[in-house]
C-alpha cells in the first residue's frame, strides 16, 4: 500500500481539476484561486485564504437563503 502525500494542494482543500467541476460556479471560483498559491509567496497565502473563506461562507450563505425560498 502507498501513502498518499497530504501536503499537495488538491488533497488540503479537495480541489477539482478543473473549472466547473463542484457545479456551483462560486465555489468554483474559490477553488480555482487556490490553484495559484504555488506561485505566490507564502506571505500572500493569508489574503488568498481569507479572500477563499469569505468566498465559501456567502456561498453557504446563499444555499441556505435558496433552501429556505423552496420550502
Not at 7 to 16: L, M
Request: net charge negative.
Amino acid at each position: 500500500m502507498t501513502e498518499q502525500n497530504d501536503t499537495t494542494p488538491s488533497s488540503v482543500v479537495g480541489a477539482p481539476e478543473g473549472p466547473g467541476a463542484t457545479g456551483h460556479p462560486q465555489v468554483d471560483t474559490v477553488l480555482q484561486s487556490l490553484h495559484a498559491l504555488g506561485n505566490l509567496p507564502v506571505d500572500q497565502h493569508v489574503a488568498v485564504f481569507e479572500a477563499a473563506h469569505t468566498g465559501l461562507r456567502e456561498a453557504l450563505s446563499g444555499a441556505s437563503d435558496a433552501g429556505a425560498s423552496r420550502g
